[in-house]
Nanobody
Framework: QVRLVESGGGLAQAGGSLRLSCAAS????????MGWFRQAPGKEREFVAR???????????EYAEFVRSRFTIFRDNAKNTVYLQMNSLKPEDTAVYYC????????????WGQGTQVTVSS
């Protein structure tokens, strides 16, 4: 059973930075697609970023338009951990951020973390 645990959330000022971590246990997730999602109060959960493994052993990162050039997703396979570096934070980035994992051949994310709160003050 895969377990994902997020950390690194907290309070930041607009323009500041935070780095979220998602530590996986129970299985090595080297070839899994790892994603970050967020949910703000009163809103639906939305995609933020993902990093996926390709057959050529190259990882590709993809981002939602509203975080492109501000957020960076990367992973450390030795630690079975994926990160989300968030720079130039805006108050509208305030949300609970969730880490998720899915097998490369599956559309649905089958594993989710418990979420970590990010609050950005203006």
């Amino acid at each position: 059973q895969v377990r994902l645990v997020e950390s690194g959330g907290g309070l930041a000022q607009a323009g500041g930075s935070l780095r979220l971590s998602c530590a996986a246990s129970g299985r090595t997730l080297t070839t899994y697609t790892m994603g970050w999602f967020r949910q703000a109060p009163g809103k639906e959960r939305e995609f933020v970023a993902r990093i996926r493994w390709s057959a050529s052993s190259v990882y590709y990162a993809e981002y939602a338009e509203f975080v492109r050039s501000r957020f960076t997703i990367f992973r450390d396979n030795a630690k079975n951990t994926v990160y989300l570096q968030m720079n130039s934070l805006k108050p509208e980035d305030t949300a609970v951020y969730y880490c998720a994992a899915r097998q490369a051949s599956v559309e649905e994310y089958g594993y989710w973390g418990q979420g970590t709160q990010v609050t950005v003050s203006s």
